[in-house]
C-alpha cells in the first residue's frame, strides 16, 4: 500500500516558476514508477511526465518538455515536479501517481496507475 501527498501547489503568475512535491509513505516506494498527470476543469486528466524507478529514466509530454522536470529521492521517499516558464494553460489540479511497470507507451494513461494522490492546485495568472 502506499499513500501519496502533494503540495507545493499555489498562484503564480505566467513566467514564473513552482516545484511540486508528493510525499509517499510506505517502504517499497523505489518499486514504483512514479508519474504526474494533471486535470483542469472540464478536461481529461492528462499525463506531465514519469520518472522510473531508479530514476535513470523519465518520459514527458510534448507541452511541457523543455519547461518541466521530474525528479525523485528513494531515500526520502520524494516525487518532484519543477515547473518554469509557467503558461496560463498549465493550470490545473496535479496528481502524483504510482505504478509497477515501466512501460513507455502505458505512461501517458491513467489506466494501471495503481495509487494517486488528492492533488494540488496550480493557478497562473497572465
Known amino acids: 500500500q502506499v499513500q501519496l501527498v502533494e503540495s507545493g501547489g499555489g498562484l503564480v503568475q505566467a513566467g514564473d516558476s513552482l516545484r511540486l512535491s508528493c510525499a509517499a509513505s510506505?517502504?517499497?516506494?523505489?518499486?514504483?514508477?512514479m508519474a504526474w498527470f494533471r486535470q483542469a476543469p472540464g478536461k481529461e486528466r492528462e499525463f506531465v511526465a514519469a520518472i522510473s524507478r531508479s530514476g535513470v529514466s523519465s518520459y514527458y509530454a510534448d507541452s511541457v518538455k523543455g519547461r518541466i522536470t521530474i525528479s525523485r529521492d528513494n531515500a526520502k521517499n520524494m516525487v518532484y515536479l519543477e515547473m518554469n516558464s509557467l503558461k496560463p494553460e498549465d493550470a490545473a489540479v496535479y496528481y502524483c501517481a504510482a505504478r509497477l511497470r515501466w512501460v513507455v507507451p502505458e505512461l501517458t494513461t491513467t489506466k494501471d496507475y495503481d495509487y494517486w494522490g488528492q492533488g494540488t492546485q496550480v493557478t497562473v495568472s497572465s
Open positions: 510506505g517502504r517499497t516506494f523505489s518499486t514504483y514508477a
